[in-house]
Each structure stands twice: as C-alpha cells, then as structure tokens.
C-alpha cells in the first residue's frame, strides 16, 4: 500500500505551506517507503509516498495525463488495468503503473468511470484545467481514507488520520464506495450493488459457481512485481487462499520472476492452535512456511505502536491487530512486500459463531450485509495498517467485486447452520471446495470450527492483554469512565486503557468520532445480539463470549470425515444431488 495526502485549496501557495505538507507526508511514509513525490498547482498540494508493486523503476507518483492537466495520487491496485489500457489505445502512457489508467480514464469519461475500476483503491485527482478535483475510495473500504476541512475553506484528504488531524478544524472517515466532487461539494455513492439494499436474494447456491469465483479472485491477485507470499493462519479462510494461490500460481507472471513454490507466513504463541494447524496445511500444500513465535509481553509491549498505526480504541481490532503487527514486521524482513490474507469471508457466510442463532434467513442475511457495510473500520483497517506499519501490502480476495456478487447472491437458507445437515458455519464455501477427487485442503482443514484471530493465535494472549490492563487501570477510573469519556464510554479496563493511549496520539473530538461504538458479542452487531436475551450479560468481543452457542449447536454428533480428518471418508448428509461436485 501507499500514503497519500491532498491538501486542495488552501490559500496558500508558499514554499512554507509546501514544507508543511511535506512534513503531514513524511507521517504515512511507513505506508510508503521506495519513493516521494509531491505536485503543486497553485494552492493545491497532491503527495504520495511509494511502496513499489508494480512497475517499480518506473511507476513512480503522482502521476499524469499526456499533457500533465490530469494529476492524481493513487492508493492502490487496479487489477484490470491491463484490459483498461487497452480501450484508452488512443492515450500514450507514461509508465507501467497500473494506477496510470485513472487520469486517461477521467479525460475519457469524467467522473463516472470509478466503476470500470476493479481493483483497490484512494485516490485525489485534480483537474487543473478548471482547478477542480474527484477523491474516491474502493467499494468496501479495503483502502483507508480520511477527509478533512481548514478554516481557510481547504479540503484535505489523508491514507490516514495523522495526516491531517493536526490542521483540520474538522475531518471524518471517506465512507467506501463513494465518489466526492468538488464541482457538487459533496459525496456520490458509486457503488450500488443489488445486496446493499439488503433485499433477500433467491438464486439457488451452485458449489461450482461459487470455487470458480473465488479462484478468479485470488488469481488477479497474483499481480506482482515484486516478492509475496500469503498469510496462513491454518483456519479455512486463509487456508483456501493458499490453497489456491499454490495451484494456480505455475504459470504466472510472478511464478515466472520469483518461483513456483509458495512461501506461507503464520504468527502465535508458543503451543497456539494457529500454529499447529498452519504448520499441517503448509506440509499439505508444500509451502516455504515461516512460522514467527511472541510472548505475551511482546504483544503488550508493541500495543502504544499499533494504535498509533491502525488509529482506533476498538478492542477486538486492537487484539486481533497485534499479532498481525508483529508479524508484518517480520515479513518485511525477508524481503517480502506483499501478502494475500483472508479477511471478508466471515461477513459474506455468516461464520462468526454467533450466526448460530440468527432466527431466519432473513435476519442472517441482513446481519451479513450490516457486517460487510462496517468492514471498513474493523478487519479492512486491521489488515491494511497493521501490515502498512511495516510497508507491507495486505490483498484479500474474499472481498473481490465479482466475488461479493456471487456470494451474496445465493439464496440465505442455504448459508443458514443446520447442524442436523452437517452444515456448520460457511457451508457453502466448505461444500464448494470439497472435491473428493482432486482435494484442495485436508478434511478436517477444510471443516476446522472458527477461531477468532486473537483467540486463534493462543488464549492466553487475550488474558494477558486483561490482566495487564487492570494493573493500569483502577476501579476508580472506571466508576468515572462516562465523565472523562462521554463518546463511547469504555466498559471495561482492557477498553480505557486503550483509550487512554488512543486519545494521547488523537486528542481531537472528530478523531474520537471515527472509531466505531455499540455492544457486541463475539463479533456481532448490535443488532444481532437480540437474537440471544443472554448475549447481554457476556458482551466480550473474543470468540469465547460465543462459546456455549457453538458447542451447544453441535448437539449432533459430527460427521466421521470431519471429526477423523480422514480424506478418504465421505461426509453423510441429507442427499444432494444437485450439489455433486467434479472437477
């Protein structure tokens, strides 16, 4: 990922005011480390700092038009910019970058071309020929950006938060799949696709359908110029992604410049379940496995650092941020600049374990829709700082497009958990790569029960994370917690001391007013925990607070297959005909 930061009509085109957005850049240079650029037209300021991908000698921003009138600063990965190039044959490009597309695609259409867009993407775009500008931001937020307003009538556009917090009298998240222009002075919502109404779908599930869909996702993916690799905690999600990353990557452009043997990263406690599965899915697939080991007070001792880096005060980020911090770190180390990870799919298949007492299809799918709409500001925000910290691009294929218009297609009773059925959480997405003859995942991989990241990395890291926060935080301090944090007042001592170091980094209201608030059990929305009158005695965010529902939903005995991970044993269900899979 990269950093950029527009600061658009300021009133002021001195070399001070230059010096100044110079040094806000140099903040989001982590994001950004191979190059700096910055355009100055007048009083407007557009500057980018560079984590090279593709096209690393040449594709260095901001970039341009043929004749520099069209000037934009990208954020991002246009993975069908190949195809795009194409229809624009009548343009001359400049360089190899795949974001290059955005300023002849503009000259072409104006600003209604961010939907032929499919990719990842913040971009600022100022048009010099009538001083206006466009800022967008990709449909699910994969990609953070903020916006901001000067006294001075200026309007600022930030990868993140600490780069325009200090000079804005006000700035707030730039929601995802949005268009702002200044020529209407205000957002447009550029993408509107047929689950954002939560209308209930009815297209019957196809196990075919669904794999080549999210095999296409991945394969884009593989876009690189550089060294990659993929995050491998050994749950499903992340285990499908190597899967499939392993068995298409032969032939490709990347295979062809660093090889054809993947290379899988994972991150625990000693001992942690995380650790053992990843291990045994990186023998089965022959992966280069990297497997990097912290303590507890590692975990700890980093804490300042992630929040300072992701920008919230939201525990379960926050836990689940950590680990993945740590790891980035390490990552970057061998030399690796990219990585593709599994965040999304819980959200599209209702597998966080609370889903077990969704009432009906209905509710479950409108729950899965109010999750994807929040991504932003939880696991896309997770996934793209905590790994952006170290320089790190973070891609996830769950969240494709084209991937998301399958998914949420499918009619909800068949994502519905029917544990008579043997359909645990994300059956469908299990069921469609269980392909007897030419398996993709160990049995028991493939139906391994769900870990939060922060439970699956080792439990005790949860515990310590709460034993170390009450050593700092006294019963005093909570009983005064509304006082001295009116705006989502934290509940618990793990959640102010958070807070506490949030706002010594972020001590403005509008900083505050980012963070998303409202009870939650085991990753739900406020909503869902109505489905439970118990849930709102054990709202703690950890998978745990949701463990009674999980084994109580497994009343029924599990099928061999999964219990005994046995390849050769078939699942018994309710017969399927229409669901027989080959390859």
Known sequence: MCGILAVLGCSDDSQAKRVRVLELSRRLKHRGPDWSGLHQFGDNFLAHQRLAIIDPASGDQPLYNEDKTIVVTVNGEIYNHEELRKSLANHKFRTGSDCEVIAHLYEEHGEGFVDMLDGIFSFVLLDTRDNSFIAARDAIGITPLYIGWGLDGS??????????????EHFEVFPPGHLYSSKEGG???????????????????DPLVLRKAFENAVIKRLMTDVPF?????????????????????????????????????????????????????????????????????????????????IETYDVTTIRASTPMFLMSRKIKSLGVKMVISGEGSDELFGGYLYFHKAPNKEEFHRETCRKIKALHQYDC??????????GLEARVPFLDKEFINVAMSIDPEWKLIKPDLARIEKWVLRKAFDDEENPYLPKHILYRQKEQFSDGVGYSWIDGLKAHASEHVTEKMMQNAAHIYPHNTPTTKEAYYYRMIFERFFPQNPARLTVPGGPSVACSTAKAIEWDAQWSGNLDPSGRAALGVHLSAYDHPLPAAIATGNKKTRMVEVPTPELVISS
Request: glycine fraction near 8%.
């Open 381 to 390: 925000l997770r996934a793209n700082k905590a790994t952006s910290a170290w």
């Open 187 to 205: 957002y447009k919502r550029w993408y509107n696709p047929p689950w954002y109404s939560e209308a209930i779908p009815s297209v019957p599930y």
């Open 229 to 309: 690799g993929v995050l491998l905690s050994g749950g499903l999600d992340s285990s499908l992604v190597a899967a499939v990353t392993a068995r298409h990557l032969a032939g490709t452009k990347a295979a062809e410049q660093w090889g054809t043997q993947l290379h899988s990263f994972c991150v625990g406690l000693e001992g942690s379940p995380d650790l053992k599965a990843a291990r045994e899915v990186a023998n089965y697939l022959g992966t280069v496995h990297h497997e990097f080991h912290f303590t507890v007070q590692d975990g700890i001792d980093a804490i300042e650092d992630v929040i300072y880096h």
């Open 155 to 168: 309007v600022w556009i930030s990868s993140e938060m600490k780069g325009l917090n200090d000079d804005c």
